[in-house]
């Protein structure tokens, strides 16, 4: 298997899957194509400049795990694209992997593919969300093939990448990286990759023995003075803490089919079915003080992760807005007021983040959506007990115009 990932994943993109990519964006084949030509050499540059941090290898090594990306996704492609559920999941995974590699630069990426391939933002943005999972998916095959379980081996397999995509990256790439220029991106990835290497196997070991030395110090004195030594006492561990409210399950549902056709099946009196009230309701006006709380979105633990399950209310939400074009939103992020308040304030700016780059690479023009953090303001519950606590760690929108 080659090691240029980049030729690994245009070996998988044949002319039929960028025929079914096209007809889904509504884009001409040509644009389409210039398009891929753009946004691939553009993720794996975002992953390779996610690498050069010393987490940032780890990190990524997490997110192939927990998605499960071995390669499956690769058998079928252009079925994975004719539009329906699995190309609805396919965006939704999309959304938070482009999340966790460019953050709040997304936006400025897709900029970067609509302007070289000719298409709008909007294809873009779900070109983007759909190519995340199929470059996950080579990688992951890779990293399986090659038997790499270590983050200093993903580093590693990245950093070699940059020589084969230097003279391939769209003009302005570097800056959105933050990078002087694209050849930083190649040394840093170097030297990020031997210094995990060295820090995961034979730095730590030259310490180890200086580690060890004042616990043998201390058994030995045990020892000496015929003390028997009291078994440890173990820390109280708290639940993990959930940073989005869980849902109940629900026996009365409500289903509607939208203007677009679009069918959607929530929750009765859940946030689809009173956005879609509140929207058709002429007497009602705007109200920066009205809030609908999603209901149906859950994240990973202290992270801005949305998990596989929420994508069903956040393809709802971009559903909505499609078929209400004059329709605006802010998403608003919130947290309880446990820990720190700027760590809080971080965390809900990121989620709020999450969800509303989610919406745009299902196809909703950024311009739309608003997304602020506000932390643990504005709580909905008591925040001294446990209820009260889970009610206020939420994710909520309000309607700016319709």
């Known amino acids: 298997m080659s090691n240029n990932l980049l030729e690994l994943i245009n070996e ?9 990519l096209a007809d889904f964006l509504g884009e001409p084949p040509k644009n389409t194509s210039s398009a891929l030509g753009g946004a691939i050499p553009s993720i794996l540059a975002g992953l390779v400049n996610k690498s050069t941090d010393t987490q940032g290898a780890s990190g990524i090594l997490s997110l192939l795990n927990q998605g499960s990306h071995d390669g499956s996704i690769l058998d079928n492609l252009a079925a994975a694209f004719s539009g329906g559920e699995g190309t609805n999941k396919l965006l939704a ?9 460019f953050g ?5 990426v897709a900029n970067l593919v609509a302007n070289t391939g000719g298409i709008s933002k909007t294809s873009a943005n779900s070109l983007l969300g759909l190519l995340m999972p199929i470059i996950f998916g080579v990688i992951g095959k890779k990293v399986k093939a090659e038997g790499i379980t270590s983050a200093a081996g993903l580093a590693s397999l990245l950093a ?17 990286l933050g990078l002087a220029n694209l050849n930083d991106l190649g040394k840093k990835a170097s030297a990020t990759a031997a210094y995990v290497a060295e820090k995961s196997s034979g730095g730590f070991a030259r310490f180890l023995p200086w580690l060890l030395l004042p616990l043998l110090l201390f058994l ?5 003075k015929n ?9 109280e561990v708290s639940a993990p803490k959930i ?6 399950k629900v026996s009365d549902f409500f289903q509607t089919t939208l203007s677009s056709g679009y069918a959607i099946k929530g929750a009765k009196n859940g946030i689809e079915d009173k956005l879609i009230i509140f929207i058709l309701d002429s007497g009602k006006p705007v109200d920066g003080a009205l809030w609908f709380s999603m209901d149906g979105i859950t994240f990973d633990t202290d992270k801005a992760t949305l998990t596989q399950e929420s994508s069903v209310q956040v393809r709802n939400i971009a559903e909505i807005l499609k078929a209400f074009p004059k329709v605006k939103i802010k998403i608003g992020g919130y947290t309880d007021n446990t820990g720190d308040a700027n760590a809080n304030l971080t965390l809900s700016t990121n989620r709020a983040n999450t969800v509303k780059n989610s919406l745009v690479v299902m196809g909703i023009d950024a311009s739309r959506v608003d997304a602020k953090g506000y932390g643990s303001e504005h709580p909905v519950a008591s925040n001294e007990t446990p209820e009260g606590r889970q009610q206020n760690r939420r994710i909520d929108v309000n309607v700016t115009a319709k």
């Open 12 to 20: 998988t993109i044949t002319g039929d899957v960028v025929s079914k």
């Open 160 to 176: 070699s990448q940059s020589g084969f995509l230097k003279n391939l990256l769209p003009a302005g790439l570097a800056s959105i």
């Open 93 to 101: 995974a999309g959304a938070t992997l482009l999340n966790s590699v």
């Open 220 to 224: 030995g004195w045990g020892l000496f």
């Open 243 to 248: 940073v989005a409210p869980v849902v109940e």
């Open 104 to 108: 709040y630069k997304t936006d400025d």
């Open 227 to 235: 003390m028997k030594l009291p078994a440890p006492s173990v820390p």
